[in-house]
């Protein structure tokens, strides 16, 4: 997933959104194919490392051209619902491995994931590239009718004549980043996604894991993931309503000090009936800081020649 985000950073840039956006969701799809029928272990970590490429690069890509389609004054609760969308599939999926799992084994969930990203793929021929790139890269022409496009389709008279924003047709190079006024963003960047990262994979998703180490049953260990898997969308939805209502700081700093009395209270729950439960509670600002960073905040902070 790493190096996915990476070189779908560099490739998206370079050659445009949809491109990228169509090209990992192959990759994905084609590798969860066939991981459904793997025939050993080492055959299935090599098609996950192909699996992670893809779904590393989707995040990059999805959650960026939100931030290029929606101004920012509402791009809070539309990303942030996007976001929410996408976290459903969090306790779909942990209810589909609960229910399917210990009948039909773990090839079905394979199975599952590469027929998604197929009806995703054809969903998503008709998305149109970002006019904010197309400016960048001197393609004005194409980013006026494609904009024009949308004003007829939506109703409204033509406002092409209108000054294009400055911040759209300033060209930077990719060392950018790694200097001044951009080199102070990336580091909170990182380190931000560093944290949701950090969250989400060492407590959401390796929680199952970590229930069969201790002597659980999968079905039982799929439950209380699936229990505590609930209050991505819940969090998400909040996170929505907040980057706007809130601000993106403010709402940062006031979950991420929620966050950590909420992991001290599940450390301390051991094995007690109230640790589901309090999963369940830190599950819901986890998915509010992964609403805000990855979907609004993070995207915000660099112009469109270096977004990705």
């Not at 380190?191 to 180490?213: D, E, H, K, Q, R």
Request: charged share 10%.
């Amino acid at each position: 997933m790493t190096l996915g985000a990476l070189l779908t950073g560099f490739l998206g840039d370079r050659y445009g959104r949809r491109f990228t956006y169509q090209l990992n969701l192959i990759v994905f799809g084609a590798a969860a194919l066939a991981s459904a029928v793997a025939p050993d272990m080492t055959t299935l970590i090599v098609l996950r490392f192909l699996m992670g490429l893809g779904l590393g690069a989707e995040v990059v890509v999805g959650y960026s051209i939100m931030a290029e389609f929606f101004p920012a004054r509402i791009r809070g609760r539309w990303s942030g619902m996007m976001c929410t969308v996408v976290t459903a599939g969090l306790p779909v999926s942990a209810f589909l491995a609960w229910l399917l799992v210990p009948t039909f084994g773990w090839r079905v969930m394979f199975l599952l994931g590469a027929l998604g990203s197929i009806v995703a793929w054809f969903l998503r021929r008709e998305l149109p590239e970002s006019p904010r790139w197309l400016v960048v890269m001197g393609r004005d022409a194409e980013a006026d009718a494609l904009v024009s496009s949308f004003e007829r389709e939506a109703g409204f008279g033509s406002t092409s004549n209108l000054p294009a924003s400055p911040e759209t047709i300033v060209p930077h190079a990719a060392g950018d980043l790694f200097r001044r006024p951009f080199l102070a963003n990336l580091i909170v960047g990182c380190v931000s996604l560093m944290v949701a990262n950090t969250l989400i994979y060492g407590f959401v998703t390796w929680l199952p894991t970590f229930f069969v180490g201790q002597g659980d049953s999968i079905a039982r260990s799929t439950g209380f993931a699936l229990l505590m898997a609930l209050g991505g969308p819940i969090g998400s939805a909040l996170g929505a309503m907040a980057a706007d209502y809130l601000g993106r700081k403010l709402t940062i700093v006031a979950v991420s000090c929620l966050a950590i009395l909420l992991s001290v209270a599940f450390v301390f729950s051991g094995t007690s009936p109230v640790m589901p439960i309090i999963g369940f509670l830190l599950t819901i600002p986890i998915y509010i800081l992964v609403a805000v960073l990855f979907a609004v905040y993070v995207p915000e902070l660099f112009p469109t020649a270096l977004r990705l």
